[in-house]
């Protein structure tokens, strides 16, 4: 009796097992088909286009199966063999997005891969230097979630020297219309007090020129050197590579799923 009730158990818990690991919830299973980051497979669930075996699903934190059949405007989507991670130096002129529809070159122009991967997070069009590519959505997310503090650095050059009684300010962290922005470590090159080096964790939309413009000066050139783990070490503007297995490793790490 001992013996048939531990196997009965066993086969509860090995049948429980199964069912958890087939389970998934519906943001995530988006995200890691590469359509988009779990932020906006929120988006496209709560607009009412996503269906699970047929019915309309709008309610987030939705738990489906691997086995469902899950759909989007009516297609159906399917779960990626393999993630592709693409380093770029981003040259100047390129938009950052998938599809521009003013024409315009986009980053994923410059890039030549079987799937289909986007950028994490924007820089601005003159904007140069790394930026990553990806079709992980999970990764993607967390990398531009602010709870992660992704290290962003980047090299600054100001239509006139930076006073060192503002460099002091900014670094404290400003609020600027309303917006908050975070204590961040700058260095000024003594030789040329134009240039600027800005060590940020934070993700904001134009965040570098915003903060100098509130001081009074003007970005003439920007380029970011460092996101997380990556530089575009070796890389000219406009090359790419795919990321080393350490570099996705070191990655994954940051941001907790590791």
């Not at 090299?155 to 503002?166: A, F, I, R, S, Y």
Request: with cysteine; glycine share 8%.
């Amino acid at each position: 009796m001992k013996r048939e009730f531990k196997e009965e158990s066993r086969n509860k818990e090995l049948a429980l097992e199964l069912y958890s690991k087939n389970r998934i919830r519906l943001n995530k299973l988006i995200a890691q088909s590469g359509l988009a980051s779990r932020r906006k497979a929120d988006e496209l669930i709560a607009s009412g286009i996503v269906k699970v075996n047929g019915r309309v699903v709008t309610k987030l934190g939705t738990v489906v199966s691997l086995d469902d059949l899950v759909t989007i405007d009516g297609k159906p989507i399917k779960l990626l063999q393999r993630f592709d991670y693409i380093l770029v130096n981003k040259p100047k002129d390129v938009i950052c997005t998938v599809k521009d529809e003013k024409g315009r070159r986009t980053i994923v122009d410059l890039v030549n891969v079987r799937n289909k991967v986007y950028p994490v997070g924007r820089l601005d069009r003159n904007t140069t230097g790394v930026i990553l590519l990806t079709n992980d959505g999970e990764l993607a997310n967390r990398l531009m979630h602010p709870k992660y503090q992704i290290l962003r650095v980047y090299n600054v050059g100001l239509d006139k020297p930076l006073k060192p009684e503002h460099a002091k300010e900014i670094s404290k962290g400003v609020e600027i219309n309303g917006i908050i922005y975070g204590k961040c470590e700058l260095l000024i090159d003594y030789k040329d007090p134009k240039k600027v080096q800005v060590a940020l964790t934070e993700g904001k939309n134009h965040e570098i020129k915003n903060i100098f413009e509130h001081f009074g000066y003007e970005v003439k050139k920007l380029n970011r050197k460092i996101f997380g783990n990556l530089t575009t070490r070796g890389l000219k503007r406009g090359e790419w590579r795919r990321l080393t297995k350490k570099e996705i490793h070191d990655l994954k790490r940051l941001v907790g799923l590791l």
